[in-house]
């Protein structure tokens, strides 16, 4: 997939392909180099330069690159326009068109409406080997062979079908289904058997298509192909708006895949990727066709598909679109808002399950006479009545026909794209009663009016990611400029070709508008999330040190960038020009270097600052505080030893395992010992100091009772070498219980505590980091001592958000003074009742700190969550004194951040301390336009003095593309970074506005999204349809996981310490964290093979199956949901009992069986914690055990206990607030 | 009582009493005009080996407001058992216990040789002694090791029952903990924070008796010493305490170039202060503060950390440019007010070349009866060799210590109590004998002396209040009563009360036997406190002023001279001595701040206002001793022209004994003649004066500075700026024959100070 994606990104620029395969093109490039020189230039010398020398990423497709190139050259005449018309003629010519058209496909996938142009005609390859898979195709194609020719057609016709009306442009994927629709009833039928699936998980839409391409001239035409060929008139139309959504989503959906499998294998190494995509569309496909009717979809499969699709959205698409008064177009309307569309993003896929959905068919009928009414029920009612509405009347039909014919078998939770995807897998044959929520979508309006919208008829996380996993089986590059990287649940390799590694930074658009207008008309935030020192898998390159001598980094003399790769150097290399603000700065002479006859410098590929998106620079002694090299930092454990930390085993625990501890303290080379010092405090009212240094015998206590004005008693011998003083320190850590085992103290204070920590290392001139192990709420008399003011009454008023705000203003002040001298501090909480978070928080939020949170914290059951993240918390590697500056091209301005941190101005970050997991959320605003030829360019420095203390600089550079089409706005953003961005902004918010206009500036703002995407990218269609972006297409569903959340809408057994906890969780969790945490990843583990993870399952009851076992994490907890019924064999392997009500219930660690399936649960769970940077305790959940009401709080697309909507009831509410919002 | 050198003798001998007057003016009018004023120097512990410790308790005069002991001088009527109070002439009846009382039965309080007596008070628990060592760590290794070994040295010599606590400081105060095991535990106080004595107890966990101890431990209700964790009993801490000083590390806290070490002593003071006050007030204790450089931080600080701003010297302080003098003075004295209070005696040790702040201090240990010791290093044997001698014994085997005294003085009505000079705070206990004249700490006829030894002496001064026309009945007795209760050093309470009486005597008829009753010592001493009690709030050259009017005036009253002939000049002889003190008190560095610190000054004053006559006077009129060829050793006069080639000299100034060489002796010392058999003689010479001086060295405390020197040597400043400058660069031919050494100096010599004396005394203008 990444390859493909390249090329396309590579067309626009048409040389970087070229440079990429072999050098030979960079001739070539050489005449591009012009135009693209400042920013391909670099990319495709790169590559060139890199298989060489070092950069060595890409050697390996040197092969591809020479087929590429070729294709590229063809492409290169015609400019980007021209590169994808080749293709399209191309897939004529078969072999040379084919692996464009994986290209394409990719490419499609990534980009924009000319990739459709391409992908179709690739597609059309791809799909006639498909087609004749299909036979039905060809069946089909008689009436719509071009349109087929688009096979791609699936995706296109989904495209234009789905994406267009319903969802994204994906869903006109589905659409194809709806193209069945656009023909009239009788073409329905007909459509669906044809064009339908047969189309689309064949190839042979695609040979289709590459016909009707030629003719519909327009991209659209494609899809429009497909469908369009039935129904010309509906085509055009959708042609015209469809096409770009639409490819994109067809692109992302199996059909490319098909096509490309057929072609590009034979050409194309790359096509591998491709390949499993395919080989799962043909999969599912055989297999379907195999078990169940599904199968006869395939062959019949095009009327079955098709009306499975058009059941769905297809339908009431075209319906829509020509005639939305007619019965079609209401239909449309009706399926579409419910699943179809969503469905239809999938459709490539969901073709197979279209093809199920064949009922339909027989629905088109009920379809058209439902549209109309339903789009009447829809305003009145809401949303999901609408939906429900307007299938109701045909629904009746439909979801008759559809279960039937689908349910045979397919579990709804496959959705009809899922369905396909998982369909061929075994299970899915019955399971098909996805298909039936199609229908229940087109049908379930009349039959369930009253009910719901099919779940599976709607957007499903699952299927996207699992799309998502199969499409990137590439590494990623990232040399291409605005290419959007794989969802953060997929696992790929990253290779840095001159911009960071999405580990590093993901955004939330990498098209963005061009002006301030169109950004302010979409409302898509533009956001990136930085995680600045993100630990990198080991097969991925470390960033490389840089050392630019005593001068320090070079840098643009106006605005301070630092050299990277988007430096152009002028005169012969004498001056460069920023990237970012244009300005031309002398090259100082030991850094000069002649050019190339390309304009880039000769050296380009030895410099890591010239070729790389991510690497750090030596800082010089003018990048330190007080123009002093640091002092390695010092790390200082604070240890509550008040009555309840003695009692419930904390301390004894703590100091035991300190004493391990000390010998994993971080270190930059593995080999030398840690230069971190350490010192030891305990304190309960008052504070205790150890001297430990290492010429004692004995350790030495302190105790400083004048809280009121805290000092460091001593300097020398506080803060030691663990291996010097490792006697003293041992028997410290021994003697330090038993000193308190009998104290009767429980009065606590903390301002004190912390103050103690940052005075120390005050004294002792260093950054550091304070752990400090709490219990309680400090009120013995001291700054900082607070007053209990839990007032659950004051939840859902006006005077909710105080609650949020610190109590007194000294954590404040002293926050800054940490931050003044890298003091970082990191809070372990134990509390039994209420300790103010909010309060407590303040500091470690405002440090770059970490506050974990154990209640009722009980040794036996909790220390292993405990130890195991002070372990990690211990160990991980961080910065100290860091500051963070986000610079950025002209024309945008880094606005806000978000995370843990302090700014003393508006620009610059300060991180006393900043680990690995951290990230921070940076939103961008216009400040002038951006031009879409430079694109939009930031630059990430921050400065830091790592666990040896040495100043270092890192720096990520980031570019990304700009367009004037709020389309290819929708087309290149990701979801999942927006949502990251929605909740750090609303949780911040709560502490300044009631909670409900949090709330409602959310649902407001995405209502915004949604309804600018209908109302300007989609096509015209009926008000009642829901059409989604196919990026955006989870929009709604994670974002009514946002406004579910405690933080926004707690139930009542959430404390408000919890929700704070959770607040300031979030607001430094990169996207994997949120995603995870928002919709939590449930897995069915009654089979499970070594070497792949089941296919996880949607978060809700009904896909809770009673006989079988479930494994749900959020990144924070760890459930293994069990189900009354499951099989006395499954209990054994996982237990070691067979009886459902011999499990205990409190364990929170699996029994150690030896059994393969034992044996493979547990490494799953381990690896699950493996990948959260916080350690996830394990909770057996029986069901119909009272602990079930707990895990059910994570079903996050059900109802839920607080009174969040479900998923159904939100998609229809959002779905009124867009009509809202266009009328 | 042959002679009143005899009878002053003995009364010295029997009760530690020098009165300047042993007849008693019997007038206001006529007592003003004597000049010197009514007044004596009392020694209240003075060392009395064949008077033992009666063991019951005073009978006491029932008079409210008298309550005067029983004394020799009360008239008693054996038969009907009543006795009638000299002071208050009230009749008392005797107590039951006196029932067996008769002529020949007497109770040794009515005895004449027991004028003084000493009860043991059985009442009342028993507190042990309690030492608190305050050690400064900022100091130098070599001294820090001295002073730890000197410390530890010390744990041995204290009564093993005595509790004893430790608080370091440098930049941060610590309260060590000595009870603990394992871990050593000290509670640490910021250095520059004052903090009220109810925050410092909090702080400490002394605060609330109420709740049981912090480690829950059973508090015994009466073990009041076990509650306080900093201080224990010497012989259970013993190991700890030796072990903890030896782990005792210089303040680890860096010194940047060009800076002092900042040092809390402020700070430390007043937690030490602090902590006693809370947990055993009003029991004797002592604390030793052991300092090597001024406080730099904090309360009570000095002078600031920066090298190059030097502590004030006189100089600065003339020129009221003392930044820190006023506020650190203030903040001392608060703290030796509140000590004294609770009956707390705070020593200084200070060991030092620089200054150590003892001008802001010195009310320390002045208020509380505490000693003030300076040296230059306690590497030194003047600290060590003092240091242990604050723990040496009597014959009885009893430390030379004694805490909480309370002095009253009770008077006959003619007599009435203007105050008191010495190592005391008033009590402001009001009474009809309570002089409005105040001399010295007046307004009280009770003093408070935390700390008292044998040789503590006090200055007492009297006011004669009888009027001019009511003239006392010849033979008529004045009495004065010292009533001294103390806590022994054997933690017993005691009583000692001195009684005495001077007759009363008629200036007009008797100024013959009044000028032979003068005590030229003790009234030199006295008004020597006087003069040096106002030098501490007033300019010098005012001190001086005053005591030469005074000196003159005496001299004119007492002088026999012809109106304006200043040859006629004489003196008697009870009097002839006293214009000589006078004037080596005018150059003596009690009043002369030239050439000394104000450490210095602080600390010979210290000295001055404590000691008893003997030493006082020694420290006002030097003794010079000459060794030579020609004869035994004598004394010889403290004037330049003692200072002779062939001889050694021995000078004990108190503070210094300085060993000085004449030019020849120190040639043929250099020759090394010594050395060899045939000038053994030679050899005795030598060493004749350093015997002597090891006798004074083994018996003087504090241990005075030990100087060798000889002529032309750089110590021998130390003579030349004692002895009178008969012979200077100015009038060195003038004399004619060359028998002593000149002394570089414009100062008047001893003759012109007597030449303009006699001048104003015969001059009829004044």
């Known amino acids: ?1223 | 009582m042959s002679t009143y050198q005899e009878f002053i003798q003995q009364n010295e001998d029997r009760d530690g009493v020098r009165f300047s007057w042993n007849l008693w003016p019997s007038s206001r009018l006529e007592a003003t005009r004597l000049v010197v004023p009514v007044s004596c120097l009392f020694t209240p512990l003075k060392e009395m080996p064949n008077l033992p410790p009666v063991q019951y308790e005073p009978v006491l005069c029932s008079r409210a407001n008298c309550k005067a002991v029983l004394n020799p001088l009360c008239q008693v009527d054996f038969r009907a058992k009543i006795w009638a109070c000299n002071f208050c002439f009230q009749r008392n009846p005797f107590p039951p216990s006196y029932a067996g009382i008769s002529e020949v039965n007497q109770p040794a309080e009515l005895m004449p040789q027991f004028s003084t007596i000493e009860y043991i008070v059985q009442r009342g628990p028993s507190a042990p002694l309690i030492f608190l060592y305050v050690v400064d760590t900022c100091l130098e290794e070599e001294d820090l090791q001295a002073l730890k070994e000197s410390l530890q040295m010390s744990l041995s010599l204290l009564p093993p029952n005595a509790l004893v606590g430790l608080i370091t400081f440098g930049r941060m105060v610590q309260v060590h903990e000595l009870t603990c095991e394992g871990i050593a535990k000290s509670y640490v106080f910021r250095g520059t924070k004052d903090l009220s004595s109810k925050q410092i107890q909090e702080m400490l966990g002394l605060a609330k008796p109420a709740a049981p101890g912090q480690q829950g431990r059973p508090v015994a209700p009466q073990d009041a010493a076990a509650s306080c964790r900093f201080l224990q009993p010497v012989h259970r801490v013993d190991m700890n305490l030796t072990d903890l000083l030896g782990e005792l590390q210089r303040d680890p806290w860096p010194v940047p170039q060009g800076k002092r070490p900042l040092r809390s002593t402020g700070v430390a003071l007043s937690v030490a202060v602090g902590l006693l006050e809370g947990a055993f007030p009003n029991t004797g204790a002592r604390v030793m503060l052991f300092i090597g450089g001024p406080p730099t931080q904090g309360p009570g600080m000095v002078v600031g950390d920066e090298l190059k701003t030097p502590i004030r010297s006189w100089h600065d302080i003339q020129k009221d440019n003392a930044r820190h003098l006023k506020k650190a003075t203030k903040y001392y004295e608060a703290l030796a007010n509140r000590s004294a209070v609770n009956g707390h005696s705070i020593d200084i040790y200070a060991c030092a070349l620089d200054q150590t702040g003892l001008l802001e201090m010195k009310c320390l240990s002045n208020l509380t009866g505490g000693h003030i010791v300076m040296g230059d290093s306690f590497n030194t044997s003047l600290f060590k060799q003092t240091f242990q001698r604050v723990f040496s014994k009597d014959y009885n085997g009893d430390f030379r210590m004694a805490f909480g005294g309370v002095l009253e003085v009770k008077t006959t009505r003619e007599l009435k109590v203007s105050g008191a000079i010495g190592p005391c705070v008033s009590l402001h206990s009001k009474g009809s004998s309570v002089s409005e004249n105040e001399m010295g700490i007046g307004g009280t006829t009770q003093w408070k002396l935390c700390g008292l030894d044998p040789s503590t002496t006090l200055g007492v001064y009297f006011e004669v209040v009888n009027q001019h026309n009511a003239p006392v009945p010849q033979g008529g007795r004045g009495a004065v009563q010292f009533v001294t209760q103390y806590q022994h050093s054997n933690t017993q309470r005691r009583i000692r009360v001195t009684t005495i009486a001077r007759n009363w005597a008629d200036v007009q008829s008797q100024i013959q036997h009044i000028e032979s009753s003068f005590d030229q010592e003790a009234a030199a001493v006295l008004m020597a406190r006087l003069g040096v009690f106002r030098a501490e709030s007033e300019e010098g050259p005012d001190v001086l002023r005053w005591l030469d009017r005074q000196l003159i005036r005496l001299c004119q009253k007492f002088g026999q001279f012809n109106k304006d002939d200043p040859t006629s000049f004489r003196l008697s002889e009870s009097l002839s001595l006293y214009p000589q003190f006078m004037f080596h008190l005018r150059r003596s560095p009690f009043l002369q701040v030239f050439n000394n610190s104000p450490d210095e000054s602080s600390y010979y004053r210290h000295h001055f206002v404590r000691q008893d006559l003997t030493q006082s006077l020694i420290m006002i009129q030097p003794i010079l001793y000459s060794y030579s060829f020609h004869g035994p050793p004598e004394p010889v006069l403290l004037d330049s022209s003692s200072i002779l080639p062939d001889r050694i000299l021995l000078m004990d100034t108190f503070f210094q004994l300085v060993i000085y060489h004449g030019e020849t002796i120190a040639q043929w010392r250099k020759a090394g003649y010594q050395e060899m058999a045939e000038y053994e003689n030679f050899k005795q010479l030598l060493q004749a004066p350093l015997d002597d001086a090891q006798e004074i060295l083994q018996t003087r405390f504090p241990m005075p500075r030990y100087i060798d020197t000889e002529h032309g040597g750089s110590q021998a400043r130390f003579l030349l700026s004692k002895v009178n400058p008969s012979q200077t660069h100015n009038n060195l031919y003038a004399w004619g024959q060359e028998t002593g050494a000149p002394i570089l100096t414009d100062d008047v010599s001893l003759q012109v100070f007597m030449d303009h004396l006699k001048k104003l005394a015969v001059s009829s203008s004044t």
């Open chain 1, 1 to 1223: 997939m990444n390859v493909n994606q390249h090329t396309p990104m590579a067309s626009p620029y048409g040389q970087p392909q070229p440079g990429y395969g072999q050098p030979s093109y960079a001739p070539q490039d050489g005449g591009y180099p012009g135009p693209y020189s400042p920013y391909n230039g670099p990319a495709s010398a790169h590559q060139p330069g890199v298989p060489p020398q070092g950069y060595s990423p890409f050697t390996s497709f040197p092969s591809k690159a020479v087929a590429a190139n070729p294709v590229s050259d063809l492409s290169s005449p015609l400019d980007l326009g021209p590169t994808r018309l080749p293709p399209t003629s191309a897939p004529p010519p078969a072999s040379a068109p084919q692996p464009y058209n994986q290209y394409t496909h990719s490419q499609g996938d990534m980009q924009n409406g000319p990739p459709p142009m391409t992908q179709a005609p690739p597609r059309p390859a791809a799909a006639q080997p498909y087609t004749q898979g299909h036979v039905n195709m060809s069946g089909s194609l008689p009436s719509y062979p071009q349109h087929y020719g688009p096979p791609p057609s699936m995706q296109q016709v989904t495209n234009q079908m789905t994406g267009m009306q319903i969802t994204p442009g994906p869903p006109t994927s589905a659409g194809p289904g709806y193209v069945p629709p656009h023909s009239s009833q009788p073409p329905l039928s007909t459509a669906y058997s044809a064009a339908a699936q047969p189309s689309y998980t064949q190839a042979p839409p695609p040979a289709s298509s590459a016909p009707t391409q030629p003719p519909p001239a327009s991209g659209p035409a494609a899809s429009q192909q497909y469908y369009g060929g039935p129904p010309p008139s509906s085509q055009q139309p959708f042609n015209s708006s469809l096409p770009p959504t639409s490819q994109q989503q067809f692109t992302s959906s199996v059909p490319p895949p098909p096509s490309q499998q057929s072609f590009p294998p034979s050409s194309f190494s790359g096509p591998a990727p491709p390949p499993t995509r395919p080989q799962g569309p043909p999969m599912s496909q055989s297999q379907p066709q195999m078990p169940f009717p599904s199968q006869p979809p395939f062959s019949a499969p095009p009327p079955v598909s098709q009306p499975g699709f058009a059941g769905g959205p297809p339908p009431p698409v075209q319906g829509s679109f020509p005639p939305q008064p007619t019965q079609p177009s209401s239909q449309p309307g009706s399926f579409p808002p419910p699943g179809p569309p969503p469905t239809s993003a999938t459709s490539g896929q969901y073709t197979t399950s279209m093809a199920q959905q064949p009922p339909p068919p027989t629905q088109p009928s009920p379809y058209h006479s439902g549209p109309p009414p339903p789009r009447v029920q829809m305003p009145p009612t809401s949303m999901g009545q609408s939906n429900h509405m307007p299938p109701g009347p045909p629904g009746p039909l439909q979801q008759p026909p559809a279960q039937p014919g689908m349910q045979t078998g397919f579990p709804p939770q496959q959705n009809g794209a899922f369905g396909q995807v998982r369909g061929p897998q075994p299970g899915y044959a019955g399971p098909y009663p996805g298909q039936p929520n199609y229908g229940a979508q087109a049908p379930a309006p009349a039959p369930s009016a009253q009910k719901r919208l099919d779940p599976d008829a709607i957007p499903s996380p699952i299927q996207v990611i699992e799309d998502d996993k199969a499409k990137s089986t590439e590494p990623f590059t990232t040399g291409v400029r605005g290419q959007a990287p794989p969802l953060v649940t997929t696992n790929f390799q990253v290779k840095d070709q001159g911009n960071a590694s999405p580990r590093f930074i993901r955004c939330t658009a990498y098209n963005m508008p061009c002006t301030s207008d169109m950004a302010k008309q979409s409302q898509v935030p533009l956001a990136a999330v930085i995680k600045p020192l993100a630990t990198l898998p080991p097969d991925e390159t470390p960033p490389y040190m840089v050392d630019h001598g005593e001068a320090g980094p070079i840098r643009c003399n106006r605005c301070k960038a630092y050299m990277c790769p988007y430096m152009q150097f002028i005169e012969g290399g004498r001056r460069f020009q920023c990237g970012f603000c244009s300005c031309v700065t002398e090259v100082p002479p030991q850094y000069f270097q002649h050019l190339d006859h390309t304009g880039k410098r000769v050296d380009c590929y030895d410099r890591p600052e010239l070729s790389l998106g991510t690497y750090e620079f030596l800082a010089t002694v003018d990048y330190c505080k007080n123009n002093k090299l640091p002092q390695p930092p010092a790390f200082i454990f604070l240890i509550d030893v008040s009555y309840n930390a003695v009692k419930s085993g904390l301390v004894s625990l703590i100091c035991n395992e300190l004493k391990t501890l000390l010998d994993l303290l971080p270190r930059e080379n593995p080999e030398m010992d840690s230069v971190v010092r350490v010192g030891f405090v305990t304190y309960n009212k008052v504070l205790h100091f150890y001297n430990v240094k290492p010429t004692l015998a004995q350790p030495q206590m302190l105790v400083v009772s004048d809280v009121s004005d805290m000092f460091v008693p001593l300097l020398d011998g506080f803060l030691v070498n663990v291996n010097e003083s490792r006697q003293v320190i041992e028997s410290l850590l021994d003697q330090i219980p038993e000193m308190f085992a009998d104290t009767r103290e429980t009065e606590t204070v903390f301002g004190p505590v912390i103050q103690a920590g940052l005075e120390a290392l005050k004294a002792a001139d260093c950054a550091g980091k304070l752990f400090v192990f709490h219990t309680s709420l400090p009120i013995a008399e001291a700054p900082g001592k607070l007053k209990n003011r839990e007032d659950k009454k004051l939840i859902g008023t006006d005077k909710e958000k105080t609650l949020f705000q610190p109590q007194v203003g000294f954590y404040k002040d002293l926050a800054k003074d940490c931050v003044a001298q890298g003091c970082c501090v990191d809070l372990f909480l134990f509390p039994n009742q209420y300790v103010d978070l909010a309060t407590l928080g303040v500091v470690p939020v405002s440090t770059g700190g970490s506050i974990y949170k154990y209640t009722y914290f009980q040794a036996q059951a909790d220390q292993e969550r405990f130890l195991n993240d002070l372990r990690r918390d211990v160990q991980k590697q961080v910065g100290f004194d860091a500051v963070m500056r986000v610079r950025t091209s002209t024309g945008i301005r880094a606005t806000d951040f978000f995370g843990s941190f302090y700014m003393n101005n508006t620009t610059d970050v300060e991180l006393a301390g900043l680990d690995c997991d951290k990230a921070i959320t940076v939103e961008f605003k216009h400040d002038d336009k951006l031009s879409e030829e430079t694109g939009a360019l930031m630059q990430c420095a921050v400065l830091y003095t790592s666990c040896s203390g040495r100043r270092r600089l890192r720096i990520h550079n980031m570019a990304v593309n700009c367009c004037s089409q709020l389309a290819d706005l929708y087309r290149n953003c990701e979801t999942d970074t927006i949502i990251n961005y929605f909740a750090k902004y609303a949780f911040r918010g709560v502490a300044n506005n009631p909670t409900k206009a949090v709330r409602d500036t959310l649902v407001n703002q995405c209502a915004q999204i949604l309804a600018c995407y209908r109302k300007n990218c989609a096509s015209p269609s009926s008000a009642g349809q829901l059409i989604l972006p196919e990026c955006m297409k989870l929009l709604p569903v994670y974002l009514n996981c946002v406004l579910k959340s405690d933080v926004l809408m707690p139930g009542a057994d959430v404390s408000l310490d919890d929700r704070a906890y959770l607040k300031q969780l979030i607001s430094c969790m990169d996207v994997t964290e949120t995603h995870v945490f928002f919709y939590p990843r449930l897995l069915p583990v009654m089979k499970l093979e070594s070497g792949s993870l089941p296919v996880a399952v949607r978060d809700s009851e009904e896909r809770l199956s009673k006989g079988g076992v479930y494994l749900l994490e959020t990144g924070l907890h760890l459930f293994l949901w069990v189900g009354a019924s499951v099989q006395q064999e499954l209990l054994l392997n996982i237990f070691g009992t067979p009886s459902f009500s011999q499990i205990d219930p409190n364990l929170t660690s699996l029994p150690v069986l030896d059994n393969p399936f034992s044996q493979r649960l547990r490494e799953i769970i381990d690896s699950f914690r493996a990948q959260r940077s916080r350690y996830m305790k394990l909770m057996v959940v029986k069901q119909e055990d009272r602990s079930e009401l707990i895990f059910k709080h994570f079903l996050v697309e059900d109802k839920s206990a607080s009174g969040g909507a479900s998923y159904v009831d939100f998609l229809c509410h959002m779905h009124k607030e867009i009509r809202q919002l266009l009328s």
